[in-house]
């Protein structure tokens, strides 16, 4: 039995970096917004914490980046693609985006602890945590809402427009009946955390070895986030061919995880996750919008997830305020966000597949030729093209200067 029912106009599931940013900018401009998130608070590892330029670009298009910038962080101004100790393509932030010349890395239970402090400034935000939504709304053939089940039992919330914000594993894309367009699952990614080697300097290194693609991420304040690509279902035999020659592999995959691997006593320090890469085919039902990982996912080895999903939030905060005002939420209203932002989420996702096959081929030919052969590619015109889409963003989102916040702490 429901023990309580009540309205709003935009009712966002998943307190994540898309369903905050989302849920702050349409209060900002009065709109009721509640955002319900399952877990007790934000505390979370192994997440989007690396935020490419063009995050900070959004951010300063919609007056948040020197907000965020009071809050722990640290800004990275280089990195570089290695073959194991060897860099093969230096990146400097500099030359790719001079206005905003560094990404941004910041863990993100602060990010979204920012984000709800800002969303605290406007009286129509309303978070709750400890609420997980089990079911839909449906009504006269529209999505008209959620049901939630809370510390103080099950809540009905009816909203104008619903949004799924719920990440990768969404409920409501699947309650919704949402179709995926692809599904790609090739790689796992285990991640760890270790000390920041004296002496190493602070910048993003993606690393390719005989073997894995591996990533060397500085992470606030003083560590580094590793991570190790290797195909699906690879880790089990990785397991049974025992930590000693895991360690071994480690240790000569880069100086940065030296120390870590002769530290290694078993398999406990890894956490296992699946680099998937999805696209759901339309994103709008009526009354219903799907946003950020929830509708398109990338894999979490080119950190980017966070960058993309929080431009589709800013998008749709422009799209559902026109359509609450228009009065008309239906799914071809609502799909404008789809038309603004695939095309660059499918460019994002088909670098990403190219890339994974080039650094993930086990062939004997393309492993010996790759480090010389990623050398030359990235002297041409077209590389140096692609690698600046990845990290900048051309044009500013296509929004109204209404969503321009007022910077104030
Ligand atoms: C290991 C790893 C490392 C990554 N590293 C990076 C990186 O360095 N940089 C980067 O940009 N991206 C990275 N990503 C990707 C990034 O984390 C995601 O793209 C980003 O968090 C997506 O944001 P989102 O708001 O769409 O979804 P999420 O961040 O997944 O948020 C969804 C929220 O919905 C909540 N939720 C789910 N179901 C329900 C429900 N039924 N009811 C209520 N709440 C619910 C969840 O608890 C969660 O808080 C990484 C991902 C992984 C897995």
């Known amino acids: 039995m429901m023990n309580k029912t009540i309205s709003t106009d935009v009712c966002i599931v998943g307190g994540g970096p898309a369903g905050m940013i ?12 509640t955002v319900l998130e399952k877990n ?56 790719l985006v001079p206005e905003f010349p560094y990404a941004f890395w910041m863990p993100q239970p602060i990010l979204l602890n920012a984000l709800y402090d800002k969303g605290k400034m ?3 935000f309303h978070l709750q945590f400890h609420s997980s939504v089990k079911e839909l709304v449906k009504e006269e053939g529209r999505i008209a809402g959620v049901k939630v089940e809370t510390k103080e039992g ?21 309650l919704g009946g949402f179709e995926m367009e692809y599904e790609h699952y090739n790689n ?14 602070k910048q993003l290194q993606l690393v390719l070895t005989d ?68 696209f759901v085919r339309e ?27 929080t431009a589709t939030a800013i998008v749709a905060a422009d799209v559902i305020y026109e359509a609450l005002q228009a009065s008309d939420v239906s799914a071809s209203r609502l799909g404008q966000v789809q038309r603004i932002r695939e095309k660059d989420i499918r460019n994002v996702h088909q670098l990403q597949l190219k890339q994974e096959s080039l650094q993930m081929s086990n062939n004997p030919f393309v492993k010996r030729i790759r480090p010389y052969l990623i050398t030359l590619l990235a002297k041409t015109s077209i590389f140096k093209k692609k690698q600046k889409d990845v990290f900048v963003m051309s044009d500013p989102l296509p929004i109204h200067p209404r969503f321009k916040l007022n910077t104030s702490y």
């Open 40 to 95: 007790a608070n934000f505390d979370r590892q192994y997440r989007g914490e690396i935020m490419h330029p063009r995050f900070v670009q959004m951010m300063e298009q919609i007056g948040l980046r020197t907000f965020l910038e009071q809050y722990p962080h640290l800004n990275l101004e280089e990195g570089g693609l290695y073959h194991k100790d060897k860099v093969l393509v230096p990146i400097h932030f500099s030359d």
């Open 211 to 278: 073997s894995h693609f591996c990533l060397v991420l500085p992470k606030y304040p003083d560590s580094i986030q590793g991570g190790i690509t290797f195909k699906k279902g690879e880790w089990k035999k990785i397991q049974e061919r025992g930590v000693a020659h895991f360690r071994k592999e480690l240790a000569e995959a880069s100086p940065a995880f030296r120390e870590f691997a002769y530290s290694l006593q078993n398999f406990k320090p890894f956490t296992i996750l699946q680099a998937k890469t999805m």
């Open 283 to 309: 994103w709008a039902k009526d009354g219903c919008l799907l946003i950020g990982d929830a509708a398109h996912c990338a894999s979490p080895a080119g950190g980017i997830g966070v960058s993309l999903s």
């Open 188 to 201: 796992d990614v285990a991640w760890f955390t270790t000390p920041l080697p004296e002496g190493m300097p």
């Open 122 to 124: 406007y009286p129509s």
């Open 22 to 33: 989302l849920g702050l900018l349409l209060a900002s401009q009065g709109v009721e917004v």
């Open 154 to 174: 099950q809540m009905e919330i009816r909203a104008k427009v619903t949004v799924g914000a719920d990440g990768r594993f969404s409920l409501i894309r699947k």
